[in-house]
């Protein structure tokens, strides 16, 4: 293989594994919110948007400095993730289907509100290392390229080790496997609950910083992201925890390689041809969905 | 307790369907009276958003089939709505003369129905959402990269639909053309409540595990759901490009079909009153905001609506009015 096609491999590998490092830091907050709550948000990823929404808003526009106005960003998507439990989830009637009906008003509603905060045109956000750039062997290595993949991996690992090594992480599998248990052993289920919802706002507002630092952003950016996240997850099953966070990294590897072969147009037919070969292809009690009641 | 049987009881049922016959027959009265009075008493631009409701009740009534009725959350319903729009749309540029159009539409529906529901079959929750909201997604694609055959994400226009001195362009026409279709969609609808097939549809939206060991043919009967809201969305479509003369993929994407979502859930999921309502609601209250300059306000309103009905009011405003009749004393004894 020549050195060109080497290096183009190594490139595109390289982005696709940094995009799937920020998929699976969503990642663990979708499973971490489904395990404990069983519920899914389909307003995770405008979560940490309107974070970096304002974030932007106060150093570019009201000319607060930098820091300040992320940790304001980051305040501000931590108690909107908290507040989707508190105020909405938690008051959900018990009907099927309903925490996907009611996100998806939430959805609605932020993005809206983004739009009507901070206007529909697309911004350029902080730059998050994404100008710091090394040639290697022919492979343009981008400091955030790097971050993101770190990150991601970092993320993954904690995560697997805080669910299995700590006292914090037996309380979060003792409730997602019985609440009532749980509670009844002393565990403050609702608190923990809460908690998990607020560090799922945590791990939207990192991500949907690193991405508005890639790309151009508006008020939607967000969206076909998270959806990819949550393809991730149906692949893998939420109910699990390995399976979901490789799919992350390998569904971001795939659509990286199908964008380079096929075109920026082939993004979104690559993932969708990948889901309908997998629903036609795997057997029918891989995707029996005993763990989601609700959702 | 009462041992012995009330003798004043047997006549209540004559009694109760006596007062229904009253009611329905004082319903339909007043809304024939309605319907004739809109293009008379109303201006031309009332008139024409008098059809876009009926329009739109039209496709909020298939959404009402599958998810109202069997359950099945579908985000790809706005792809159908585009699917007939387009059908119109390209009928002209293509050369499909008008009298195939209609069974072109219905066949295409059936199609993308089938297409949707085959790979959902065996899914339900977030994935169901989620495959069906690819779909959606996929239709989108498709529309945005044939930009030489739709115009791509500017749109295109629609040549008005004639037939001698009809012009469904015209505000009376389409007011007649939309009319035409919203009663064939509210009485078919109308007869699927009544229906084996509805009822079958009601069981496998409760308990598909009760429904199959009853002997409900789940497959079936999603397919069909499915199939018939495809079909109801389709026909909406191309009554609505006809109408409005423009069509563009932001009609047809994600929040337009989380619109319809908001229109059935508002109404109250299940009943054809509430589509009724639903979609006067995502046609009337942007008018609304229109008309007093802060138009953004829509999409915060509908997403805050969704929000607040799915968890206050779960029924919708059919549940919400049954609920104030029943507190006022007025419900039917």
């Known amino acids: ?295 | 307790m009462r041992l012995v049987p009330d003798l004043a009881v047997p006549h209540r049922p004559f009694q109760r369907a006596a007062g229904r016959r009253h009611g329905a027959l004082f319903s339909a009265v007043a809304l024939t009276a309605a319907w004739l009075a809109i293009p008379v008493l109303l201006g031309q631009y009332e008139v024409f958003i008098a059809a876009q409701v009926m329009i739109y009740a039209v496709a909020t009534l298939g959404l009402d089939i599958v998810y109202g009725r069997a359950g099945q959350l579908s985000l790809a319903h706005a792809s159908f709505f585009g699917l007939g729009a387009y059908t119109a749309a390209l009928s002209g540029p293509l050369g499909i003369p008008l009298w195939v159009q209609p069974e072109l539409v219905v066949l295409l529906a059936i199609a993308g129905g089938i297409i949707v529901a085959v790979p959902t079959l065996r899914l339900s929750g977030l994935r169901l959402a989620l495959v069906t909201l690819l779909f959606g997604e996929l239709f989108d694609w498709a529309i945005d990269h044939s930009l030489a055959l739709t115009g791509g994400s500017q749109g295109m226009t629609v040549a008005p639909m004639t037939i001698g001195p009809f012009n469904s362009q015209g505000t009376v026409d389409a007011y007649l053309l939309a009319s035409i279709i919203a009663l064939g969609a509210t009485l078919l609808t109308r007869q699927l409540a009544r229906s084996q097939l509805g009822r079958r549809m009601l069981a496998v939206r409760d308990s598909e595990l009760a429904s199959a060991s009853l002997g409900v043919p789940i497959v079936h009967t999603k397919i069909t759901a499915f199939i018939l809201s495809a079909v109801f969305a389709g026909a909406a479509g191309w009554v609505y490009a006809y109408v409005v003369g423009f069509v563009s993929p932001t009609t047809f994407n994600l929040f337009a079909s989380v619109y319809f979502l908001v229109a059935v859930i508002l109404g109250g999921a299940g009943r054809i009153t509430g589509a009724w309502l639903g979609s006067a609601y995502i046609v009337l209250v942007p008018e609304v905001f229109n008309l007093v300059g802060y138009p953004n306000l829509f999409p915060v309103l509908g997403g805050g609506v969704l929000i607040a009905i799915a968890l206050f009011l779960p029924g919708g405003l059919v549940e919400g009015a049954a609920l104030i009749r029943a507190q006022l004393g007025l419900h039917r004894r």
């Open chain 1, 1 to 295: 293989m020549p050195a060109a096609a080497l290096a183009d491999a190594a490139q595109v590998t390289l982005s696709g594994l940094a995009t799937g490092g920020l998929y699976a830091v969503l990642m663990l907050g979708v499973i971490l919110v489904f395990q404990v709550s069983k519920n899914i948000n389909f307003a995770y990823g405008q979560t940490g948007m309107v974070g970096v929404f304002l974030s932007y808003f106060l150093y570019a526009v009201a000319g607060i400095p930098v820091v300040a106005a992320l940790l304001a960003g980051l305040a501000l998507a931590l108690l909107v993730a908290s507040l989707t439990d508190r105020l909405i989830i938690r008051n959900i009637p018990a009907r099927e289907g309903f925490d996907l009906v009611v996100t998806l008003g939430e959805l609605l509603l932020l993005t809206s509100l983004a739009q009507l905060a901070f206007g529909t045109n697309a911004q350029s956000y902080l730059k998050l290392l994404t100008n710091w750039t090394t040639v290697r062997g022919g492979v343009f290595i981008n400091a955030n390229d790097i971050l993101c993949l770190l990150l991601g991996i970092a993320v993954t690992l904690g995560g697997h080790i805080v669910l299995t090594r700590t006292s914090l992480g037996t309380s979060l599998r003792a409730s997602a496997a019985d609440a009532a248990i749980a509670k009844s052993a002393g565990i403050n289920v609702l608190g923990l609950r809460t908690a998990v919802w607020t560090v799922s706002g945590l791990l939207a507002w990192v991500a949907a910083s690193l991405f508005a630092a890639r790309l151009s952003v508006n008020a939607f950016y967000m969206t076909p992201i998270v959806i990819n996240v949550f393809i991730a997850g149906m692949i893998g099953g939420l109910d699990r925890y390995w399976p979901p966070m490789i799919a992350a990294f390998t569904i971001a590897l795939y659509q990286s390689w199908a964008i380079y072969l096929f075109g920026e147009a082939a993004g979104t037919p690559a993932v969708f041809i990948l889901v309908i070969l997998l629903l036609s292809l795997v057997p029918k009690r891989y995707l029996e969905e005993r763990h989601e009641a609700r959702a």
